[in-house]
């Protein structure tokens, strides 16, 4: 049964200001999201679906991102490079607590200017 489904797209040029601020980066992304060693267009579009894919699954839990840090959401490609949503600390506790033993599912895809991406929430 689907619980909850987001959905963020945002602009990638919102990302050339944070490229430049690591502290952001530090801000909203776990270090396991990093990617310093592309171009930049690579990792302004990057950034911008990942940051899509933290705000579609505050949307998918029905809170918004609050009450729990972004960087405890972040996305890691399995061997096969398949997109996948890591949810830990106090995220992690509040869906647990709103939805039990659930699965998440992310898409993410970008073009030149944007970055859109899906979370479902299923039990």
Known sequence: MICGVGIDMTTVERFDSWLQKPAILDRYFNDREKCPDKSVDFQKQHYAARFAAKEAFGKALGTGI?????????????????????????????????????????????????AVAVVIIEK
């Open 66 to 114: 609050t009450g729990f840090n972004l960087c405890e959401v972040y996305v890691c490609n399995d061997s096969a490079g398949k997109p996948e949503l890591i949810v830990t600390g106090s995220a992690e506790k509040k869906l647990s607590e709103l939805f039990g033993d659930c699965k998440l599912f992310v898409s993410l895809s970008h073009e030149k200017n944007n």
